[in-house]
Structure formats: C-alpha cells, structure tokens
C-alpha cells in the first residue's frame, strides 16, 4: 500500500530517506513551535531554512530530494516562494536570455525571490490591480508606482521581510496606452546589508490565524513610489515593449500570464491530500487507542474506532485522502502534457488544465480544511491540545481555501467553462478529455441507476455512470436556466449557487473517475487492491448519499490502521502526540504538557501582582 500511495518503489525510498533526515537532525526540532514569539519563530524559519540550503548544498541532494526536505521540515516560509512562484514564474513568462541570468542566480540562493500579485484593494480580480509601470522612453526605464493605498502589494509570502527580489505584477502603460496586467521581475532589498531599495516601503503584514502555522512565514506589504527599473526586466516572452516604446504581443493567448497560478494549483492538490492523510493518520491511530465504555457486563472498554459513528465519521476522509492523492498523481501528469503541448504551441488544452487544476485545488482544499476540523473534534478534548498536531495543520492548511484563487472564484471559472460546453455539445462538437460524458448527453439525461446495494457501489461502470448523469444533468439545468434570464451575465450571477453546485458535481467525477482508473492499473500486493476498491466505493457513495455504507465501513476497520501506517509519516512530520507510530499516547501528552512556558515555574508570573492581592483582600473581606 505505500507503493501504492507513493506512486513508486522509488518514491517511497527517497521519501523514507528525506524523511528520516529530517527527524533525525536537531537544528529541525518542532515539538516546541507553537510556544515561541512570532520573532522567535521568524527566526527559527530562518535558521531551519539556512540549515536546509546547507545539508541540501553538502550532500549533493538532486532537485527531487531538496523538494522533499523541504517538504519533511514543513514549517511555511520564503523558500516556499521562492521556490514555488518565482523561479516557476521566470520560467514561464521570461525570455531564454531573462532565464538565464535570473534563474542562475535564484538557483543559487544569491537572491531570494516573491510573486508580489495581490494587493490591498483586489485579490482574486487580477484585472483590477492598481500597481503601474509606466515606460521611460527617454531612459530605457520603467516606473514602478503605487498610486493609491489600495493599490499596497498586500499578503506576497516572503515579502514583508526576506526577499531579495521579487516578481511584481503592474498595469503596464507606454505611449499612454495602459495593456493591462503584466510581470515584471523588480529588486526590492540592498544585496550588500538587506535594507529596501529608494522609494520602496515595505514591512510585515501581522500576524495570522492560529499559534505558530503560517506565522512563521513574513507575508508583506510594500508600497512603491516612482522606482525605476530597466526596460529589460518586464518578462518578455508573452509581449515586450520596445525600445521605442511600443508594445507588441506574441502570436500567445494572453492567460499565459496567470501560467504560474495554474502550476502551483496543481503542486496545491497534492499539498491536500498530504495535509488530510496526516490528519487522518492521527484520528486512526489515536482512535484505535482510545478506550470509552464498556458492555454492561463490565467486559473491557471499547476503542472508539469501533463506534460505528466514529467510522462513518472518520472513513470517508480516509478515503478522500487516498481518493485525493491519485487524482492528484494524474492532474500532475496533465500539468506536464499541457505544458509539453503549449512549448510546441498547441494552446487547445489550455482551457481543460485550467478547469481542472482551478476544480481540484477548490474542491481539494475545502474538503481537506473541514476533515481537519472535524478529526479534531473525532479525537475528543485532546485533539483541541496543540500537542494533538490537529490546530496548527488547521491553521496552516485553512488559507489554502483561499490563496492561489478563492475557492468559490475558481468554482466559477469552472462552471464557465463547464456551459461553454454544454452549448458546443448543443450545436454537434464533440467534447473531448474530462467533459467527453457530455458527449453521452442523450443517455446521460435519461438513465436510471442500476446501484441498489453496497456490491454495485464496487462496480466501476455503475459508479461512473452515476456520477457522469448527475454532472450532466446540473450542469444542463443551469444552462436551461441561463438561457432564460435578460442576459448571459446576469443569468449566471443569479445561478452562481448553482452553478458552483454544477462545478463541484463535474470535479467530483472527475476524482471517482481517476480512482476507477488507478484500480485498473497493475497493483502488486496482497489485498491492497481489493483495500483501494473498498475505498474507491467508500469515496463515492458519501458523496452520494450516506445508507448503506455501514458495510464497507466493517470491512475497512480491520486494516484501518495499516491504511493510515501505509502514508509512511515519521512522528517527526507528523508531529502528533495522539499519531504517535507506537501508540503510547498517554506518557507523550503528559511529557508535551510540561513543555510549556506556564510550566516553567510553579507559581505563575503575575502572581504577587494581580493574584495575591485579589487573594489577600477577598480573606480580609470575609474576616470582617
Ligand atoms: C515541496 C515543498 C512543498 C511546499 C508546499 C508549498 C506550497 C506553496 C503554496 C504557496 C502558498 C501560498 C502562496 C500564495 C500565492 C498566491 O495566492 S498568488 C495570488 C493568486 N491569485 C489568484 O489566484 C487570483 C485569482 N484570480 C484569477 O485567477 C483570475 O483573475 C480569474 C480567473 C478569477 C478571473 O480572470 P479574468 O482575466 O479577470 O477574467 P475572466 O474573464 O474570468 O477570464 C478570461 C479568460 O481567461 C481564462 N482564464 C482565467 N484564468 C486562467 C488561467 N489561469 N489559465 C488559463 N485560462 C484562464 C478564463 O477561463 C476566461 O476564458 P474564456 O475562454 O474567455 O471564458
Ligand atoms: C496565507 C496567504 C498567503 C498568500 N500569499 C500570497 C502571495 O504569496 N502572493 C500573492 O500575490 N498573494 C498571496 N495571497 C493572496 C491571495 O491570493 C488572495 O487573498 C486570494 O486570491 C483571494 O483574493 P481576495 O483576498 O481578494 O478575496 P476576495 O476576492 O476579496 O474574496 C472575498 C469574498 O468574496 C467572494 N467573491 C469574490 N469575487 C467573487 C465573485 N466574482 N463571485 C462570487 N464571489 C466572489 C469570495 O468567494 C470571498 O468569499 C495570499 C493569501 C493568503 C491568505
């Protein structure tokens, strides 16, 4: 089951590798994070990333590795931009010759780079950002300007106090033309002592959500006023301006600007299920540890696992972990078709990858922040426990709602992609990749479901189907509906709860769709595919409706445990005292809990101050 989890034999062992590394070096210690002062823990980032750039530097790692470790350290900060955004951005949008010197030095960790998109007053409309760079013909420059306080770079991770460099996104005006929205890559702090360049304010945006998370990571605000960068720092390889000043536009679709949010959606699916099996793991394992009641006949105590609310519960995320992960291993395989296609200039897989990675980042982030929720509530008063790992992995994961496109604006983008369909599908165009069902619309708008027991919910073909009629059929609904509102606009505004409906149906297909298929491919070991087909089924019938699933449940139990054991989490990334691999859950809580700094002395600061007194005057007072 790790194999088949990690995707390879390979994937596991270098997993395995990194994560061990990890554990086993000091400098990587969490147990105390969420404790420390946002300061201590700013620093802390800044010594583990150092620490990371090092071990990575001596011991050769290749990228896969390096990518790993970072990830086994998981405590958010700069790196993650850097590595994430602004090399993907420069290589995306930026000529050969741009690639060649920025990303020589970005590989290098001699500069340390942003996306700085989002500002104060506009986030998820990219087309209303403020920022402007104006062309300098005079001096080969561009100005770089914030007009208004909304027009603040506002929220770009790294930026309030790391980054070097970063890449700005600014309404691009020459020759008194404003052409909308472009990147430009813009030096922000001195190489030499780290202070912000003339003209450039900058700072911390605050802290966030939750103890330690993401506040270990400076998301900054910066206002620019009137500072000049070289012509030859807008990434050019979608439309450059000239030394004259004009502006020309490659033969490209213009969306190719947004190519980085498109990438890093797709890292984001996987980054979920990631986030949702640790939970789960946790849930598991302490569940099958926990003991609550016994019979009546005063026989042993029953561990909660076995409580059939817990199961129905607690399994259907076991199963979107497991469901998540695979559709996750297949959007990035898309993401690499589409990107080979777009090199060769075939642009007509553009909308799909978009769609898709849009659909699945929403859909996979939503579901994995309400599971973390709701794990910490199955693992009782102790999963409230920092020591639990349960609040800061929900701290952390929350914003993944919103960042990289809130979630209900990408559903949007999906259902308008999803009635652009439906109206080719209406006039005879076959539609191809994840919308081909549409094509079956004739039967997919009349049949009736062959599922009545838990065995048929095992039958991939019934399964498909019934998922495929259900997308269709709400996403054909609200095109009926659209067409008969005073406008294409305003039927979509007033059918937006719906049409995010109609979205969420098509991107759940999608993932029962992907999980059939993984149970189609080779999978070695004993039961682990008759494990998978259980889940599989599990998976899409929660979504369906909830009867009947007590079976599958019963099935699942016996090897819930190796389920979770098969994610391959040391206890260092899983960083829980209830995961624990060995169970011994009760001496790690007592041994967390005299970890904190209230524990540091017996009587409290603040005692002779405010508690003595209070103390000491209410004795008086009932003396009298
Ligand atoms: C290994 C270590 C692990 C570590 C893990 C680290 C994980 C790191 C994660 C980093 C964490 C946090 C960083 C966060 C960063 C950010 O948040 S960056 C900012 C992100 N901002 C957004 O996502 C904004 C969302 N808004 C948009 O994307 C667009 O503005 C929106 C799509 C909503 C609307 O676009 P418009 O241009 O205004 O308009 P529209 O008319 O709707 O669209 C026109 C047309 O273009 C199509 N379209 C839109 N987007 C795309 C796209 N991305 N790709 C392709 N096509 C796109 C759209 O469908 C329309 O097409 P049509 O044919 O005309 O219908
Ligand atoms: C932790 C974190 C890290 C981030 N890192 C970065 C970064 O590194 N770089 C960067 O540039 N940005 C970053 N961001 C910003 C992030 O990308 C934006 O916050 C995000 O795109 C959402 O935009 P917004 O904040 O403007 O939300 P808004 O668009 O203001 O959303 C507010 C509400 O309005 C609703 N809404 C908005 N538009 C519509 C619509 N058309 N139809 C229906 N409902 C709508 C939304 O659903 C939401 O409920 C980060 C944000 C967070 C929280």
């Known amino acids: 089951m790790k194999v088949a989890w990690a995707g390879s034999r390979h994937a596991v062992e270098v997993a395995d590798r990194m994560a061990c590394l990890v554990a086993s070096d000091p ?70 010759e741009q690639q060649k010197k920025w990303l ?26 403020e920022t402007t760079a104006t062309f300098d013909p005079s001096t080969d420059e561009f100005i770089m300007h914030s007009p208004t306080l909304t027009s603040s770079k506002w929220w770009p991770g790294g930026l309030g106090k790391t980054s070097t460099h970063a890449v700005v996104y600014a309404r691009l005006i020459t020759e008194g033309k404003d052409y909308g929205i472009h990147g430009f890559i813009m030096q922000l ?21 939750g103890s330690g998370a993401y506040n270990s990571m400076d998301n900054g605000v910066m206002r620019l006023d009137h500072v000049r960068i070289p012509r030859d720092q807008m990434l050019m390889r979608l439309a450059q301006v000239t030394r004259e000043g004009k502006y020309v536009h490659s033969d490209v679709p213009k969306q ?29 394992r302490y569940g099958a540890i926990r003991k609550q009641f016994g019979s009546k006949a ?12 817990q199961q129905s519960r607690l399994f259907p995320f076991l199963a979107s972990a497991y469901a998540f992960r695979f559709v996750g291993q297949w959007l990035k395989w898309l993401y690499t078709d589409v990107t080979q296609k777009l090199e060769s200039k075939d642009f007509s897989t553009l909308p799909e990858a978009h769609a898709c990675t849009a659909g699945l980042k929403s859909v ?30 929900f701290a952390v994961n929350l914003p993944a709602c919103t960042y990289e496109g ?17 109206s080719q599908v209406a006039s005879g165009k076959q539609p191809v990749g994840t919308t081909a069902y549409m094509g079956n619309i004739q039967h997919l708008m009349q049949c009736k479901s062959v599922v009545n027991t838990v065995e048929d919910w095992l039958n991939p073909a019934a399964i498909k189907e019934v998922f495929e009629a259900r997308a269709l059929r709400m996403a054909v609904n609200c095109a009926q509906n659209i067409s008969k509102a005073p406008s294409q606009e305003e039927g979509f505004s007033e059918l937006s709860p719906d049409l995010v409906e109609a979205a969420v149906a098509h991107v759940q297909l999608i993932i029962v769709t992907k999980f059939i298929e993984k149970l189609q491919e080779d999978i070695l070991g004993h039961g682990v595919k008759e494990q998978l087909q259980k889940l599989c089924g599990i998976y899409a019938l929660h979504l369906i409706h909830n009867e009947r699933l007590g079976k599958l449940y019963a099935q699942v139990r016996p090897n819930a445990v190796a389920l979770v054991d098969a994610f391959d989490y040391t206890d260092h990334y899983l960083g829980s005292a209830l995961g624990r691999y060995d169970g011994d859950v009760y001496s790690a809580l007592y041994k967390e809990a005299w970890k904190d700094p209230l524990n540091e002395t017996v009587v409290p600061d603040g005692y002779q101050e405010h508690l003595r007194p ?11």
């Not at 005063?298 to 609310?309: D, F, H, M, S």
């Open 27 to 96: 400098v990587f210690r969490k147990d105390t994070r969420t404790m420390l002062s946002r300061k201590e823990l700013f620093k802390d980032t800044l010594k583990k990333a150092a620490h990371a750039w090092k071990r990575t530097v001596e011991l050769h790692l290749t990228e896969e590795e390096a990518n790993l470790l970072r990830l086994y350290i998981d405590q958010p900060g700069y790196v993650d931009l850097h590595w994430v955004m602004f090399v993907p951005a420069i290589k995306g949008q930026g000529t050969e």
């Open 104 to 129: 020589t030095m970005a590989y290098k960790f001699q500069i340390i780079g942003t996306y700085a998109q989002t500002e104060l007053g506009h986030g998820s409309n990219v087309q209303g950002l």
């Open 189 to 209: 702090r001195s190489l030499d002592d780290h202070s912000p360049l003339p003209g450039i304010t900058i700072g911390d945006i605050g802290g966030k959500f």
């Open 256 to 284: 190719l600007l947004y190519g980085t949010m498109v990438y890093v959606r797709q890292t984001i699916v996987a980054d979920a299920s990631r986030a949702l099996s640790r939970a789960v793991c946790i849930a598991v």
């Open 298 to 309: 005063g026989g042993p105590e029953t561990q909660v696992l076995n409580y059939k609310t």
């Open 364 to 393: 996979t982030t939503s579901a994995t922040a309400d599971a973390i929720e709701e794990c910490q509530k199955l693992c009782g008063g102790h999963g409230y426990l920092n020591s639990s790992g349960l609040p800061e992995l």
């Open 406 to 422: 809130d979630n209900v604006v990408l559903l949007l983008q999906v259902a308008r992609f999803l009635m652009k369909t439906v």
């Open 614 to 624: 209070l103390l000491k005057q209410q004795l008086k007072l009932s003396r009298l």
